[in-house]
């Protein structure tokens, strides 16, 4: 979960002209701060800039660093513009499932009814800026047919993955649950290197224990054996899959030999 190039680019692009203006003694208009991020992201970039501009009356996104909680007060709509953000179910008996992990361009808030329940914590994986839009004008927005095909297609993607983690959590081994969770974290955040295939997502052995319901010691212990068998390798807080289709046929041994 990187900080999205698009959105970087405008920003650099909006300073110069701001320069450019400065150095002719002149004052450009204040270009609309929240439309920076949203016309970057999938979900909203066939969306007009003026449809954008005016959407939300806190237009400087909210920012959080590393590990910071988040306390969400309000009925809003929030967008993760940069970072990533993981929301987690806490039980009564104070044991952790995380829900989801979300990056760039992903929704948050009142709009799903599960994510109005309190019980959830949402917490920054690494600096992330999130951009806070009030229910009634991201609903303004849901009158638009293309957009809000979109966003169901958006929730039935989301609806789907949830599915999947259930019936993993119910008829599957911590090992292979764990091998599936790296598969599809390389799926949506990997990028080639030199090794293979580097899964760039800020989330410790523990975050990885709390997603598929085991324990720490006991991923730990399962990476290791990966590691030595040259599946995986761990580079800092990158985590290198060596060969992709080497590790996703570990899966399909595994589950013909419990067939």
Not at 14 to 30: F, H, I, S
Not at 128 to 147: G, I, K, N, S, W
Not at 192 to 205: L, Y
Request: proline letters at 4%.
């Amino acid at each position: 979960m990187s900080w999205h190039p698009i959105w970087r680019t405008t920003r650099k692009l909006v300073d110069a002209l701001d320069r450019r203006e400065a150095q002719r003694g002149e004052r450009a208009p204040a270009p609309p701060a929240a439309c920076w991020g949203l016309s970057g992201l999938d979900l909203f970039r066939a969306l007009p800039v003026d449809e954008l501009t005016g959407l939300t009356p806190r237009p400087r996104p909210e920012r959080y660093t590393e590990r910071d909680s988040m306390v969400i007060d309000d009925d809003a709509v929030r967008v993760v513009i940069t970072g990533g953000v993981k929301l987690t179910r806490v039980g009564m008996s104070g044991r952790k499932l995380i829900v989801c992990l979300l990056g760039p361009g992903d929704v948050f808030g009142r709009i799903v009814a599960a994510d109005a329940d309190d019980s959830h914590v949402i917490e920054a994986l690494e600096p992330t800026e999130v951009l806070a839009l009030p229910r009634e004008a991201f609903a303004r927005l849901l009158r638009q047919q293309d957009f809000a095909f979109r966003v169901v297609q958006y929730l039935e993607d989301h609806q789907r993955e949830l599915v999947r983690r259930i019936e993993s959590l119910a008829f599957k081994d911590v090992r292979t649950r764990l091998i599936e969770t790296l598969l599809a974290l390389a799926h949506e955040h990997g990028q080639s290197c030199e090794h293979g295939m580097a899964v760039d997502v800020r989330i410790t052995q523990q975050d990885l224990a709390d997603l598929i319901g085991a324990s720490r010691q006991m991923v730990n212990r399962i990476l290791g054996e990966l590691s030595r068998k040259l599946y995986v390798r761990r580079m800092g807080r990158v985590l290198c899959i060596l060969n992709h289709g080497r590790l996703q046929r570990l899966v399909g041994d595994e589950a013909m030999s419990t067939g």
